[in-house]
Protein backbone atom coordinates (compact mmCIF):
# COMPACT_ATOMS: atom_id res chain seq x y z
CA UNK A 1 0.00 0.00 0.00
CA UNK A 2 2.08 3.10 -0.86
CA UNK A 3 0.35 6.00 0.31
CA UNK A 4 1.24 9.98 -0.17
CA UNK A 5 5.06 10.52 -1.08
CA UNK A 6 6.74 13.71 -0.41
CA UNK A 7 10.45 14.88 -0.56
CA UNK A 8 12.39 16.29 0.53
CA UNK A 9 11.13 15.67 4.44
CA UNK A 10 12.92 18.83 5.47
CA UNK A 11 14.95 21.36 3.55
CA UNK A 12 17.21 24.27 5.09
CA UNK A 13 17.49 27.02 2.96
CA UNK A 14 18.72 30.41 3.34
CA UNK A 15 16.61 33.64 2.38
CA UNK A 16 16.60 34.48 -0.45
CA UNK A 17 16.97 30.94 -2.39
CA UNK A 18 14.24 29.26 -4.75
CA UNK A 19 13.28 25.71 -3.15
CA UNK A 20 10.96 23.10 -4.37
CA UNK A 21 8.86 20.29 -3.10
CA UNK A 22 7.74 17.21 -4.50
CA UNK A 23 4.13 15.10 -4.00
CA UNK A 24 3.62 11.96 -5.23
CA UNK A 25 -0.19 11.36 -4.57
CA UNK A 26 -1.86 8.26 -4.56
CA UNK A 27 -2.07 6.22 -7.99
CA UNK A 28 -5.18 6.59 -8.84
CA UNK A 29 -6.65 9.24 -6.95
CA UNK A 30 -7.17 12.53 -9.54
CA UNK A 31 -7.62 15.39 -6.62
CA UNK A 32 -4.40 16.99 -4.83
CA UNK A 33 -4.23 19.44 -2.82
CA UNK A 34 -1.33 21.54 -0.95
CA UNK A 35 -1.75 22.82 3.11
CA UNK A 36 0.47 24.92 4.89
CA UNK A 37 0.66 23.83 8.69
CA UNK A 38 2.60 26.21 11.25
CA UNK A 39 3.81 25.22 14.53
CA UNK A 40 0.54 25.59 16.56
CA UNK A 41 -2.00 25.67 14.03
CA UNK A 42 -4.04 23.81 11.71
CA UNK A 43 -3.31 22.99 8.38
CA UNK A 44 -3.92 25.96 6.39
CA UNK A 45 -4.94 25.60 2.08
CA UNK A 46 -2.80 26.55 -0.37
CA UNK A 47 -4.07 25.15 -3.48
CA UNK A 48 -5.96 22.30 -5.51
CA UNK A 49 -5.56 20.52 -8.54
CA UNK A 50 -7.88 18.50 -10.16
CA UNK A 51 -6.11 15.92 -12.72
CA UNK A 52 -3.67 18.35 -14.31
CA UNK A 53 -5.49 21.26 -13.61
CA UNK A 54 -4.72 23.87 -11.28
CA UNK A 55 -8.53 24.68 -10.25
CA UNK A 56 -7.99 27.09 -6.92
CA UNK A 57 -5.59 29.32 -5.60
CA UNK A 58 -5.61 30.46 -2.04
CA UNK A 59 -4.97 34.24 -1.12
CA UNK A 60 -2.17 32.78 0.90
CA UNK A 61 -0.76 31.30 -2.27
CA UNK A 62 1.57 34.82 -3.25
CA UNK A 63 3.22 35.39 -6.42
CA UNK A 64 6.40 33.63 -4.95
CA UNK A 65 4.76 30.54 -4.82
CA UNK A 66 3.44 28.36 -7.77
CA UNK A 67 2.29 24.78 -8.05
CA UNK A 68 2.26 22.47 -10.87
CA UNK A 69 0.64 18.83 -11.24
CA UNK A 70 2.19 18.30 -15.09
CA UNK A 71 0.05 14.96 -16.85
CA UNK A 72 -1.71 14.53 -13.60
CA UNK A 73 0.35 12.51 -11.61
CA UNK A 74 3.07 13.73 -9.13
CA UNK A 75 3.13 17.82 -8.38
CA UNK A 76 5.80 20.28 -7.14
CA UNK A 77 5.48 23.33 -5.35
CA UNK A 78 8.05 25.81 -5.54
CA UNK A 79 8.77 29.04 -3.39
CA UNK A 80 10.70 32.08 -4.75
CA UNK A 81 13.11 33.78 -3.03
CA UNK A 82 12.27 32.85 0.58
CA UNK A 83 11.44 34.66 3.18
CA UNK A 84 11.77 33.68 7.42
CA UNK A 85 7.79 33.47 7.23
CA UNK A 86 7.85 30.91 4.75
CA UNK A 87 9.42 28.24 7.29
CA UNK A 88 6.68 25.76 7.78
CA UNK A 89 5.55 22.71 6.93
CA UNK A 90 4.34 22.02 3.32
CA UNK A 91 1.59 19.27 3.51
CA UNK A 92 0.50 17.31 0.59
CA UNK A 93 -2.90 15.11 0.25
CA UNK A 94 -4.44 12.97 -2.48
CA UNK A 95 -8.19 12.24 -2.24
CA UNK A 96 -10.51 10.60 -4.96
CA UNK A 97 -13.86 12.03 -2.89
CA UNK A 98 -14.00 15.60 -1.99
CA UNK A 99 -12.34 16.42 1.50
CA UNK A 100 -11.67 13.09 2.49
CA UNK A 101 -8.09 13.38 2.37
CA UNK A 102 -5.12 11.36 2.34
CA UNK A 103 -1.96 13.37 3.83
CA UNK A 104 1.78 12.80 3.59
CA UNK A 105 3.76 13.07 6.38
CA UNK A 106 5.10 16.61 4.81
CA UNK A 107 7.79 18.51 3.82
CA UNK A 108 9.46 21.42 6.74
CA UNK A 109 11.15 24.27 5.09
CA UNK A 110 13.24 26.23 7.45
CA UNK A 111 14.48 29.66 5.84
CA UNK A 112 17.48 31.28 7.57
CA UNK B 1 -14.80 33.21 6.75
CA UNK B 2 -16.02 30.03 7.48
CA UNK B 3 -14.11 28.49 10.82
CA UNK B 4 -13.45 26.01 13.69
CA UNK B 5 -12.74 26.18 17.32
CA UNK B 6 -11.92 23.19 18.97
CA UNK B 7 -10.83 23.24 22.69
CA UNK B 8 -7.45 23.86 23.52
CA UNK B 9 -4.78 20.83 24.84
CA UNK B 10 -3.12 18.83 26.03
CA UNK B 11 -5.97 16.95 27.33
CA UNK B 12 -4.69 14.49 29.42
CA UNK B 13 -6.56 11.23 30.43
CA UNK B 14 -6.24 7.18 31.84
CA UNK B 15 -6.70 4.64 29.94
CA UNK B 16 -10.82 3.51 29.58
CA UNK B 17 -11.64 7.38 30.31
CA UNK B 18 -13.96 9.01 28.40
CA UNK B 19 -12.78 11.46 25.98
CA UNK B 20 -14.97 14.83 24.70
CA UNK B 21 -13.07 17.16 22.51
CA UNK B 22 -15.17 20.52 21.91
CA UNK B 23 -15.75 21.82 18.01
CA UNK B 24 -17.49 24.45 17.27
CA UNK B 25 -17.81 26.11 13.77
CA UNK B 26 -18.85 29.17 12.09
CA UNK B 27 -20.08 28.95 8.84
CA UNK B 28 -22.46 30.96 5.92
CA UNK B 29 -23.69 27.99 4.01
CA UNK B 30 -24.12 24.13 5.41
CA UNK B 31 -20.80 22.89 5.74
CA UNK B 32 -19.58 19.33 6.00
CA UNK B 33 -17.84 18.28 9.07
CA UNK B 34 -14.79 16.24 9.53
CA UNK B 35 -12.52 15.12 12.52
CA UNK B 36 -9.06 14.17 11.31
CA UNK B 37 -6.55 12.65 13.75
CA UNK B 38 -2.95 12.69 13.25
CA UNK B 39 -1.06 9.89 15.21
CA UNK B 40 3.09 10.33 16.17
CA UNK B 41 5.56 10.05 13.26
CA UNK B 42 2.24 9.70 10.55
CA UNK B 43 0.45 12.36 8.33
CA UNK B 44 -3.36 13.85 8.84
CA UNK B 45 -5.88 10.88 8.17
CA UNK B 46 -9.66 11.13 8.65
CA UNK B 47 -11.14 9.95 11.27
CA UNK B 48 -15.19 10.91 10.46
CA UNK B 49 -17.37 12.69 8.81
CA UNK B 50 -21.11 14.53 8.92
CA UNK B 51 -22.33 15.96 5.77
CA UNK B 52 -25.62 17.30 7.20
CA UNK B 53 -27.37 18.58 10.27
CA UNK B 54 -28.21 15.35 12.94
CA UNK B 55 -25.82 13.10 11.07
CA UNK B 56 -23.37 11.46 13.22
CA UNK B 57 -20.25 10.29 12.33
CA UNK B 58 -18.75 7.31 13.57
CA UNK B 59 -15.18 5.30 13.08
CA UNK B 60 -13.05 3.03 15.52
CA UNK B 61 -14.97 3.71 18.47
CA UNK B 62 -15.21 8.11 18.18
CA UNK B 63 -18.28 9.80 16.97
CA UNK B 64 -19.28 12.93 16.42
CA UNK B 65 -22.96 14.05 15.55
CA UNK B 66 -23.45 17.43 13.82
CA UNK B 67 -25.76 20.18 15.98
CA UNK B 68 -26.98 22.22 13.42
CA UNK B 69 -28.41 24.17 16.60
CA UNK B 70 -25.48 24.40 18.71
CA UNK B 71 -23.09 24.93 15.83
CA UNK B 72 -21.14 21.79 17.16
CA UNK B 73 -19.63 18.84 16.25
CA UNK B 74 -17.92 17.11 19.37
CA UNK B 75 -15.86 14.28 19.59
CA UNK B 76 -16.13 11.42 21.61
CA UNK B 77 -14.76 8.49 22.71
CA UNK B 78 -16.44 5.68 25.59
CA UNK B 79 -12.95 4.46 26.54
CA UNK B 80 -9.57 5.81 25.19
CA UNK B 81 -6.62 3.76 24.88
CA UNK B 82 -3.30 4.38 24.99
CA UNK B 83 -3.19 3.62 20.72
CA UNK B 84 -5.63 6.81 20.92
CA UNK B 85 -2.99 9.42 21.88
CA UNK B 86 -2.34 11.80 18.87
CA UNK B 87 -3.75 15.11 17.47
CA UNK B 88 -7.09 15.81 16.54
CA UNK B 89 -8.40 18.54 13.88
CA UNK B 90 -11.94 19.44 13.58
CA UNK B 91 -12.19 21.03 10.34
CA UNK B 92 -15.00 22.18 7.93
CA UNK B 93 -15.72 22.25 4.18
CA UNK B 94 -15.22 26.19 3.13
CA UNK B 95 -18.59 27.78 1.98
CA UNK B 96 -16.31 29.70 -0.54
CA UNK B 97 -14.69 27.30 -1.77
CA UNK B 98 -14.84 24.36 -3.67
CA UNK B 99 -12.41 22.22 -2.52
CA UNK B 100 -10.75 23.66 0.41
CA UNK B 101 -11.13 22.40 4.15
CA UNK B 102 -10.66 24.70 6.81
CA UNK B 103 -9.04 23.05 9.80
CA UNK B 104 -8.90 24.27 13.38
CA UNK B 105 -5.67 24.57 15.80
CA UNK B 106 -5.89 21.01 16.92
CA UNK B 107 -6.20 19.43 20.28
CA UNK B 108 -3.38 17.17 21.67
CA UNK B 109 -4.60 14.10 23.71
CA UNK B 110 -2.27 11.54 25.40
CA UNK B 111 -3.93 8.89 26.96
CA UNK B 112 -1.63 7.17 30.22
CA UNK B 113 -1.63 3.62 31.06
Given at each position: ?????????????????????????????????????????????????????????????????????PKGSFSTLEIQRTEQGDSAMYLCASSLVPWEL??????????? | ?????????????????????????????????????????????????????????????????????????????????????????????????????????????????
Open positions: DTGVSQNPRHKITKRGQNVTFRCDPISEHNRLYWYRQTLGQGPEFLTYFQNEAQLEKSRLLSDRFSAERFFGEGSRLTVL | GDSVTQMEGPVTLSEEAFLTINCTYTATGYPSLFWYVQYPGEGLQLLLKATKADDKGSNKGFEATYRKETTSFHLEKGSVQVSDSAVYFCALSDSNSGYALNFGKGTSLLVTP
